[in-house]
């Protein structure tokens, strides 16, 4: 019986578990103009599944990669569920994003 | 030689997360009762884990698995989606018999709250969804009972 599968996908659960906490953490301290951030490392993190020469660590790699990509995508909307007061808003200044200017020129995704 | 079985399931991962947003919703919106959905979602997860314990090759394994556990959790989600709706936290379709009555009832909207660019500020939402929350639910399930 192949339990490796279902391995894959109780990962994946828990990755997209830990994608809730942190989108809201991620919002929260820095702001949705970092999407770019996580969508990056997620496309990294895929790529580099690609050269591991192994079935299992590609497959951990490519799921977590998946998940960030997925993340990036909630970030705008996190930032209107805080500021409609369906998760605690920071009214603190937020950091700015190193390269601001060009993310300001994208679109925000969100699916 | 490059290994594709990650590629494999970023895409699933990606896709069946973004199915499951998408679909819970629609799902929910449109069914007059949601209980034979969450069936349905439940029996389709099950069958592919299943499955996935009998694939021929880890990649297809994977990959239905990952689908059988969203599918599963899709299904815990209409329970979600539904208290959202009754929250206000969720548009109601007034076509649909179910949230008609809530509209009726005054425990929805029918304004999508969340289709909005942020502001950076808090935002005032309609008095309607302010005032209900998780009590409001549970006194219309009441009365529904």
Not at chain 1, 43 to 66: H, Q, R
Not at chain 2, 64 to 80: H, Q, V
Not at chain 2, 103 to 111: D, M, R, S
Request: contains cysteine; aromatic residues 12%.
């Amino acid at each position: 019986m192949m339990w490796e599968g279902i391995a894959l996908g109780l990962f994946s659960f828990g990755i997209i578990g830990f994608g809730f906490f942190w989108v809201i953490r991620m919002e929260y301290h820095l702001g949705y103009l970092w999407w770019p951030y996580p969508m990056t490392l997620g496309i990294l993190l895929v790529v580099l599944s690609l050269f591991t020469g192994n079935a299992g660590w590609s497959a951990l790699l490519g799921i977590t990669g998946g998940s960030f990509i997925w993340g990036a995508t909630e970030l705008k909307e996190q930032a209107v569920r805080a500021e409609l007061g369906w998760f605690k808003f920071n009214p603190n200044p937020k950091p700015n994003p190193p390269g601001l200017r060009w993310i300001k020129k994208i679109k925000a995704p969100h699916l | 030689m490059l290994e594709f079985t990650g590629l494999w399931m970023a895409l699933v991962t990606f896709l069946s997360i973004w199915c499951g947003h998408v679909g819970v919703r629609w799902l929910e919106a449109h069914s007059p009762n949601i209980r034979p959905p969450i069936i349905i979602l439940l029996v389709s997860g099950i069958t592919l884990n299943v499955y996935a314990l009998f694939a021929p090759n880890l990649t297809l394994s994977g990959v239905s698995s990952i689908i059988g556990i969203t599918l599963m959790w899709d299904a815990l989600e209409m329970y979600r989606q539904q208290g959202r709706v009754l929250k206000g936290h969720a548009p109601a379709n007034p076509n649909n018999p179910r949230h008609a009555a809530y509209l009726a009832a005054g425990k929805a909207i029918t304004e999508d709250l969340l289709d909005r660019e942020p502001q950076g500020s808090p935002v005032e939402q309609p008095t309607a969804a302010r005032a209900q929350g998780a009590p409001a639910y549970k006194q219309y399930r009441e009365v529904e009972a």
